[in-house]
């Protein structure tokens, strides 16, 4: 995602026009999810995928019409065998893909225009917090990193982060920042007091995904807290804990990547 907004900027800089592909809906088995790209400039080069195979075919011969025309448009594709009027695949499910022509004049900071909905709130800079937000940034998200701490709520700390948000405390964490269905939400404070309370705030919330680290005690805790406080099994059921998945991970970097891990398998609906 990283490579193909750079090459998007650069296409812009340079003053040439592009295609970008994106898939915007699925239904059933598809090989990438909503929100995939792809982006084709004038000479015909590709970068990213939406999903490879047949469909990617496809969608590259749509891409080289739409260059020509600069008419958008969005194509439906059904990933059954032709007998069955698809396209030649097996997966089995459908697919809809928007192709988008994208002019250079009219397009300002690609980036953030074009980076996708999806928008990862990190409560807290930390160690793990800063390894989090360069992985999930990597992967197409939109980060906000936000923390009440000032030497770990900076530019410096975090460069590349869309927002970072200095909190007077975590008691207003979510003061400033909207949430939808296109949320993820990853709680990492400094303490297991400030992790309850950005819980507490985060259940009342729409998300896609809650995870909250620390050890199975510690939050078995906290859930005997918020059960006494009105939260049903239903809204605990939301939450992620431990945050993460089960790979033995133990360094910040090593987190990171089980919470992205975690966060990908949610996004792509994937269930074992």
């Not at 090459?7 to 040439?16: K, M, T």
């Amino acid at each position: 995602m990283q490579k193909l907004i750079r090459v998007g900027r650069d296409l812009i800089e340079n003053g040439e026009d592009f295609v970008l592909a994106k898939v915007v809906e699925t239904v059933g088995s598809t090989p990438r999810k909503r929100n995939a790209w792809m982006l084709m400039d004038k000479n015909k080069n590709f970068y990213g995928t939406v999903g490879g195979g047949k469909l990617e075919a496809e969608v590259q011969k749509h891409c080289e019409k739409v260059l020509l025309s600069k008419e958008s448009d969005v194509y439906d594709f059904s990933l059954t065998p032709l007998e069955k009027q698809g396209i030649d695949m097996q997966c089995g499910g459908n697919a809809s893909v928007s192709i988008e022509y994208i002019d250079h004049q009219q397009t300002k900071n690609f980036g953030c225009e074009w980076r996708g909905n999806q928008k990862a709130c990190i409560f807290g800079g930390g160690h793990v917090g800063k390894e989090v937000e360069k992985v999930l940034s990597y992967i197409g998200f939109n980060t906000i990193i936000l923390d009440d701490r000032e030497e770990f709520a900076n530019r410096e700390r975090f460069p590349m982060a869309p927002q970072v948000r200095l909190l007077k405390d975590f008691y207003s964490a979510f003061d400033e920042i909207s949430c939808n269905e296109d949320t993820y939400l990853v709680i990492v404070t400094r303490g297991h007091s400030w992790d309850y309370e950005v819980l507490k705030a985060a259940l009342k919330q729409p998300s896609a995904y809650i995870g909250m680290i620390g050890s199975k005690e510690k939050n078995r805790t906290i859930f005997e807290k918020l059960l006494q406080e009105g939260f049903s099994q239903k809204d605990l059921d939301r939450v992620h804990a431990p945050i993460g998945l089960s790979i033995g991970a133990e360094t910040p970097e090593e987190i990171a990547i089980s919470i992205a891990g975690e966060i990908i398998k949610v996004r792509a609906g994937y269930e074992e």
